[in-house]
């Protein structure tokens, strides 16, 4: 670290540790909590301005630069009515400072840490970072720091002095969507990455085929989108570079997943040939090398060629995650198709360790293409130790034994911890509560285990989801999801404790345009149930008392 | 109209007619329809370039340039991944001339009639409209023509050529929103009004305040805010200023509705001395000057201080229309409230009579600024041929006469003349069917008398809406009451053939990001009963045919 950043962030620690000798901080207003934060007591006002963030130091970032804007209108969306601000005493800019300019595609391994500093006498905001996508982060959290002062007409930060000192307890933050059981149109996703910043989340898993609909154009075996719903319900290779593109300009990696050999029966209405019957569509057929053929030319698209062991910019999803899916893999069907049953039967092979060679077989492209490829549960819970290292085991059964997966080696990534499928999001009757309550690590005895949950997504299976409702069925819970993988574990303990903050957040992601339901209903998505503040999500009578949940008062 | 106009007018109609001869045309991939259209059978290829939309002859329209970028990505949407397709024999442009470039806000006597002609044989294709906001109809029909066709990546129309003479049946159509029963955010509002021009609708009626709460900035009586739910759910007239434009260059009117003397206990709360009493509430205190002076303030600044009798520019709402509400008014606690009762009796007035006073009192402050009141359906009812001609009475209740009060000479806003408040989108249970079957004129005798309904809108009313669910519980219903409004009444009497059409509309809505609910659920937004293409809207087996309600299959 250059000796002007180390001794920044020894001023930023001293501070903190100043800070927290006056007793445990109340929780900011920024959502999730950020690791470390010293606050004071003053009301800061603002001053926007067309220059308001910009990048110190040489050299250029054109996705800070677009950032920029788009944090500009989430800050200061007032603007146009704001009462000018004199400059004099206010905080009239944000510098960040980035050491290292990249602007590659973001990955598991990227740092997204961040320190930001807001001073009560104004003058400059300044954030550092490592990266880009740590400057992302700090943007979100200025932006959320910033209040508009309706009475006065300006903006304000509550709370100055800041110090923060910021970094996700896990690197994989997501949140997967399904585009198999609805089709999702191009601004239905552009819209839902939108929202993944604002709760600092960096994953899209695109669950992008699925036995119900093939809408992925592949250059391969082109008749695999004849599995489409509809001619007009496809996404083109151009469509999915777009969405990859749009999601790394907000710091947001793009997982994509193609489900085998089960999950996968559309796959056969432009290839039949890779499904062993017409009365067995799934699990793919193991007996037939097509299969992998083709399998393997739609992992090249995907993964790249694998002519460079790196991840190769070929490929359509830079990230060096590719999910194979491999859950509730059914075999009883391989056995009654008889040209199945008889290649089991000349390799002396169960069709148990049918499944094994396929999930392995599959993996084994992924590898050699540079990238890591993740399974769901059953994969490991069937083939154990014997899989690849570079497997990451999806968790999202109860059954399976987490310590002992970290312990033999592998990576994980966790839905499910406590309770029944807490983080799948389709599962309505899951309040955000009982999201909140699944912390990834429960259960693993040590830290140096604990080091192997990569981190997770919400789970946002399609059956009754598409454009009309994503968004109001992801919002607020995985907000709740978003805190657990990024603040502190002892942060996120106290539920009483977070109540009026997620409404306060679901209450910014309305002023935002997302389409968040009511924190407080049993039921997810559910209507507003009365008039009423979104504070309160509740009927109140006019004139009475105002809500409690406001912004301000969180300081 | 010039010449040249005049012989494009005369080909364009012996076109219709050389097509009509052949039998009455089937209708067209367009919604709403247009009201004449001739098709021919070629599928003719279009070719998206920078400067694919323009306007021809000379003069600029920097609401137009705006609009041509949103039509840019409305119309090819897969821009990106589209093969290059030979400027040979396709349709390289849409030129639009436009009569009268005036920018000016849209007001109900604005002509939004357009002709659009697609050359089959490739070519420009050509709009012509007398105004700037005909020039925005022609272009959404035109971006409903155009189809990718994702098996040649390439962009095409259908049905080529195409001749279309097209103008609206009535001229304010529109949809009410509700930002009392819940605040509504600045990016919902504007989410919502980007939706509108979708469906040629040309109004936004803003029902600003009720009793729950009063978000609006009035700088005349600036505690009026203290209403609201919070200190952040308000709007600063600069905000209002703001989406007042935003509308406008999207062809949308914005009409404001303050409604008196009912539905205000929330003014109550930074005025206690224009409401009767603690404990009577609403009506506003007729026996007060305060209520009348505080109500002309908020009058001049929405619709300006009157000193041009033209539409003021110096107010907020440029509309010719101004909502003055006036229903569900109980004037029970004026005659329990002893000052109240007294002041009636000094004047010998019966409560009623003073509910005539205020509803008239506060019309006249509108006409006197040249904009005309708006008025639910009681105060005709109440007060029936005493009002002044320039009210315009909206229709809600299924008892008010209707052709009585368009043949006592009034204009009415009309959201129920058949079933049970088939408009009112908060009623759940009324499926777009329903909403489709109300026509405006039904019941009125002739077309001379019928010529007094301006129009009508969708009655979004809030209660349980909210920015989490306010597109889905508006979308696809609104499409039926847009094509109620726009297209002939001849052209929407056979329900039955709609069905495929409005599935396919809302397929359109869903592609183009908005939260259009499904179709056939007997509640409105309910989620989608299970997977399935958008355009069947229920499951479909793997491998089973496609559904037949793809775009392309309408033309």
Redesign the interface.
């Known amino acids: 670290m250059p000796p002007a950043r180390a001794a920044l962030s020894a001023a930023l620690a001293a501070a903190i540790a100043a800070a927290s000798a006056a007793g445990p901080a109340p929780p900011t207003a920024v959502w999730p909590q950020p690791r470390q934060a010293a606050s004071g007591s003053a009301a800061v006002p603002v001053a926007p301005g067309p220059d308001f963030f910009s990048l110190g130091g040489h050299g250029e970032s054109p996705l800070l630069e677009a950032a920029f804007e788009r944090y500009a209108a989430l800050t200061f ?2 603007a ?3 009462t000018p601000v004199s400059r004099a005493g206010a905080v009239v800019g944000l510098v960040l400072s980035v050491w290292v300019l990249g602007e590659a595609h973001p990955q598991v391994s990227t740092d997204e840490s961040y320190n930001l500093s807001v001073p009560s006498a104004g003058g400059v905001a300044v954030a550092s970072s490592r990266t880009v996508f740590g400057a992302l982060r700090a943007l979100e959290t200025f932006s959320q720091l910033v ?5 006065r ?1 300006a903006y304000v930060v509550d709370g100055a002095p800041w110090v923060i000192q910021d970094r996700p307890r896990f690197p994989h933050r997501g949140l997967m969507i399904d585009s ?4 999702l ?4 996703i ?2 839902i990455i939108d929202t993944l910043p604002y709760a600092k989340l960096n994953v899209l898993h695109w669950h992008m085929v699925d ?3 093939f809408p992925f ?1 592949s250059k391969s075996s082109p008749k695999l ?1 004849e ?1 489409s ?6 996404y ?4 999915v ?2 969405v990859v593109e749009y999601a790394r300009l907000r710091g947001v990696r793009v997982m994509v997943e193609f489900d085998v050999p089960g999950h996968a ?2 796959w ?2 432009g290839y039949p040939e890779i499904c062993p019957a017409a009365d067995c ?1 799934m699990p793919l057929n193991v007996a037939s090398e097509a299969t992998f053929n083709l399998i393997e030319g739609l992992i090249s698209e995907v993964a790249g060629t694998g002519s460079s062991k790196s991840h190769d910019a070929s490929g359509l999803f830079p990230d060096s995650f590719v999910h194979l899916g491999g859950d509730e893999v059914n075999t009883s069907c391989w056995t009654k198709t008889p040209s199945v049953a008889s290649w089991l039967q000349e390799r002396n092979l169960t069709a148990d360790e049918g499944y094994a060679y396929f999930a392995k077989r599959v993996a084994s492209m992924v590898i050699q293409r540079g990238h890591r490829p993740v399974q769901w549960s059953e994969v490991y819970d069937h083939f154990k130790a014997s899989l690849p290292k570079e497997t990451i085991v999806h968790i999202w059964k109860g059954v399976t034994n987490v310590t002992e997966v970290v312990a033999n080696g592998y990576d994980v990534l966790i839905n499910v911890a406590t309770g029944d499928k807490p983080w799948y999001l389709d599962y309505l009757n899951i309040k955000w509560d009982a999201v909140y309550r699944n912390d990834p690590c429960h259960g693993i005895p040590t830290d140096e285990l604990c080091a192997r949950v990569l981190g997770g997504h919400g789970e946002m299976w ?12 992801v919002w607020p819970r995985l907000a709740a999801i978003a805190e657990k993988l990024w603040s502190g574990r002892s942060q996120t303990e106290d539920v009483a404790e977070v109540l009026p903050r997620i409404r306060a957040f679901r ?1 910014l992601l ?9 924190v407080d209903n049993a039921q997810a ?1 559910a ?10 999500q509740g009927a ?1 009578a ?2 009475s008392a ?2 409690v ?4 008062i969180l300081l």
């Open positions: 969306p007032h146009g009515g704001a209040r508009f002062d309706f009475d007409g198999a059981r609805h089709f149109s191009l601004p239905s552009r819209q036995q119900q609909s154009q989108w599995g719903y509809s001619a007009v319900e496809r083109t290779q151009a469509d570079e777009s029966a559309s056969c209405i569509q399609g059956e009754t989801v598409d454009g009309s409702d994503l968004q109001s069925t209450c309305l002023q935002r345009g997302v389409a968040a339901a009511p998505r209507a507003p149930a009365g008039p009423g503040s979104c504070f309160e109140r006019p004139g105002r809500p949940g406001e912004r301000a």
